[in-house]
């Protein structure tokens, strides 16, 4: 857009470049400059325009933007280009992910990129590795408190490592994706450190505050997120003599975005990850980035504005390169992530979809699809060029994110409800053999999320113990039934390493002082490559779960209904226990495939004539694109088997 005020303010600044960076050719930066000019100057001007040293933080952030558009190699602006050409191209269903611990997966990154070839065998072209960067031993909490943005832990790799990593996937077609913690630093960040030592400067990049007067009143509406190991939002720090805001635990200082500074140096890490040849960039607890007294300091407006400018700082330099935004919040915030306009107030391309999570096992605990048909029901339309990602999984706890208003609809006391699902995944309701156990305990409100790998929580652990094949065997259809749902929803799926050969819960880090007060790490495993050479033994568990995983992601990218545009529909019908969706082709608006989950342990049936006449399924009889075979049909009913699924199209097509 042009506007006279913002563009005589560009050409400016333009005049106040560094001379090493007036005089190069940046012809690509310049359009884009101009392009996307208006909107970062009204977001800045939004959010620091009443401060005297504005126009200095404009320069510096032209700059900042420029200087790392220099510094970005030629292949990578290539991709650039030809993502810019191609700007739906994430929303494709032949992307399939995977996130995983370089360390517990490979050892180090260059182990991780030794064994590229395994998650090629199985389908996955997008890999989150988390966390690699330099962390205090002891108070990394898992990787994300960080003491250096720029630099690796040596144990997993260097910088290099990453790059080589980052260009055989390029070769190999696969996306890298990489955490940026944006929210807060380690206490041992450099930053933090002068902080200590007095240096005001940097004592203005955290919250800090002489006495308690101003925590006090920030504590009133402030949630805790680790209320068992980290109680309270604020840590009295010795040496420096004043409260910091420390949300998380205690040794992660949390960033003022009030600051302009800390902005632009945040913005700098951004898209120095982008030039190592991150594809995607997770943001860390996005909803988090800004704090207001009298609110819970997460989802406030401000937040969304940073995202925008920095979406909008990065289709200057770094166009290709997507933001995942980590914001595990209610249904209706989520979704603001995406941004309210597909081009001009953009935010993240991709959001993780907890909500879907959360339902996912809600439908495991109840063996029924009330609360998950309600809660996508009621899950508000995205932006469109925005997408999901599908996860049932990941390295944290399991939150039950959905709505009260739901799950009353749904028939239940929402407290009540949420108790029974936190007893039912920790093995704790009769009949149930899951082996999570509690995370986050919050003895003030009794709420409490959910740790335990995949396979322990829907049973497959006490199953094995037992020795039971009949648990066994539904084990492994519930493990396939969710990765069905994940893989057909519209969206990336995001597996969870470990999960395609039934990894259990691993008990190692009580052993570890300082992992042993936090049980997620139960779930973030350390791969047993031997147990992984039993996917090649006919008839193991490891067989069974890794073929069926393979062959559905095969299915998956051949289905262009998949690929999301939001043409995904849901339909009401009357059996509970099933979760029937249809997806449309986007292209041509026929081809659609209707996808029907079934979460309880007894055969259910559908009736077709439910589904009207969309799809004209039923009429030539129907065929599963999973099995390739046609399922059984009784008069107009579909049989659907105990945690069976159908991808179904319609028999003529
Ligand atoms: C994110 C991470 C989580 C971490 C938190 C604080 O939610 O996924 O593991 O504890 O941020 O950085």
Redesign the pocket.
Known sequence: MYEQISHSLLNEILDQLKPEIYRRDLRHFYTRLGANFYAIHYLFHLLYGSRDDFKDQMVRLVETMATQYLLRDDELQEIDVQREQNHNWFLSQEWAGMALYPEGFAGTINGLQERLSYLQELGINMVHVMPILKCPKGAS??G?AVSDFRDTDHRIGTLDDIRALAASMRQRNMLLTLDV?L??TSDQHQWAQKARSGEERYQDYYYTFENREIPDMFEESMPEIFPQTAPGNFTWDEAMGRWVMTV?NNY?WDLNYNNPAVFIEMLDVILFWANQGADILRL??VAFLWKKIGTTCQNEREAHLILQLMKDCCQVTVPGVLFIA?A?VAPVEVIKYFGEDAIIAKECEIAYNATYMALLWDAVATKNSRLLNLGILNLPTKLDRATWLNYIRC??DIGLGFDDTDIRLAGYEPAAHRHFIIDYLTGQHQGSSAQGQPFGFNGKTGDARISGSLASLVGLEQALEEGDPEKTEQAIRLILLLHSMILSFGGIPLLYYGDEIGTLNNYDYLNVPDKANDNRWMHRPRIDWQQVEKRKQRGSVEQRLFDGLQKLIAVRKTIVAFADFNNRELLTIANPNLFVFLRTNPLQHTDSVLVVGNFNTAPQSLNLEELGNRGHFGLGGVKDLCSGRSPSLFKDQLVIPPYGFYWLIDHRQ
């Open positions: 909490d898992g994300y913690v929210n807060h998380f992660q860390d607890a980590e595990i390295h944290d």
